[in-house]
């Protein structure tokens, strides 16, 4: 459904985008994450025709959109970090408006009604924009950008500024629409992406640091294998033996006693699954093993060490130009 290929913007000297490249499938959902300035909007901004790139392409359901704009326009529903409202309309006036302006065939009342209530405005559909709260304001936001029925949707931070109930709101909109639209979602939220997103793309100073699935996002960093183990046996003794597996790195005791079993906290070394080790090792002394869990890192231990990676990189590099 998309293609970003090589994409570059240069402003001067300064790359905002430097050669990145995805896609996102028919009903899938992206979560687009990176820090203040790493060319999210940019990418968003030339995905929607906003904004021309220096070079690379993007395209929507086979159509380049620097060669048919008008085309692939209408296969995009757009909403910016500020949402476009006119404050003086009510919210049916507004989204009549944005029917003119796309120029959509449908029946218009049918087509409208259906949107409200998508996006539960039914109920405020004759107030005036400027007297909604944030929320509503949000949702009429999205409104909008489903007028015309398009294929894909671009939501630009859609949750910023709102309080925690208007956040699930959103979220949950934002899943529904999921199961009929490709969705591309950029969000400062973390626990926001990783609750509604099937897959994470992570860019900073205009580059793809990761691109995998949410449940596996993970292995962007490379991170040794974490186990959670609850073993039957004498607390010291098992924490020592544990200690002494072969492929393990790291061991702590992470649980309060039950009856007299402890949960113990184990990192392998990379590349090495010590798990057959661990049941030997228990089995050796009938410390029996109740569960064994595998940990993952969390989006937030990913986004921070990708992000703080390339940071120290960039430093390192200019520490070497001078």
């Known amino acids: 459904m998309i293609e970003v290929s090589n994409l570059v913007k240069a402003y001067g000297s300064l790359l905002a985008l430097d050669g990145i490249s995805f896609s996102a499938g028919e009903r899938e959902i992206i979560g687009f994450l990176g820090p203040n300035g790493a060319g999210k909007s940019t990418c968003l901004n030339i995905m929607t025709g906003y904004l021309s790139s220096t070079s690379g392409k993007v395209t929507i359901d086979g159509e380049d959109i620097s060669e048919k704009p008008e085309l692939v326009k209408k296969n995009i529903g757009f909403l910016p970090e500020q949402p476009p409202l006119y404050g003086d309309m009510t919210v049916f006036e507004y989204l009549s408006f944005v029917y003119d302006l796309k120029g959509v065939k449908f029946n218009r009342e049918k087509h409208l009604e259906e949107i409200l209530k998508v996006t539960r405005l039914s109920d405020v559909k004759k107030r005036l924009i400027k007297h909604l709260s944030k929320g509503y304001k949000q949702r009429v936001g999205i409104a909008q950008a489903l007028v015309g029925n398009p294929k894909v949707l671009i939501f630009d931070e859609p949750t910023v500024g709102l309080d925690p109930k208007q956040i699930i709101e959103v979220r949950n909109l934002i899943r ?147």
């Open 176 to 322: 529904t629409l999921g199961r009929e639209h490709t969705v591309i979602l950029s969000s400062h939220i973390l626990s926001e992406v990783q609750s509604v997103a099937d897959r994470i793309v992570i860019i900073n100073e205009g580059k793809i640091l990761a691109d995998e699935r949410t449940d596996s996002i993970s292995r962007a960093v490379n991170e040794s294998a974490r186990y959670s183990v609850k073993i039957c046996g004498p607390q010291k003794e098992v924490l020592a033996v544990l200690k002494e597996v072969n492929g393990v790195s790291y061991v702590e005791i992470a649980g309060e006693r039950e009856k007299d079993s402890f949960t113990y906290r184990i990192e392998s070394e990379n590349g090495y699954d010590m798990r057959k080790n661990l049941f030997m090792a228990m089995a050796e002394r009938a410390w029996p093993i109740i569960s064994l869990e595998t940990e993952s890192a969390s989006l937030e231990e990913v986004f921070i060490k990708l992000t703080d990676t390339g940071l120290a990189e960039k430093k390192q590099r200019r520490g070497g130009r001078r």
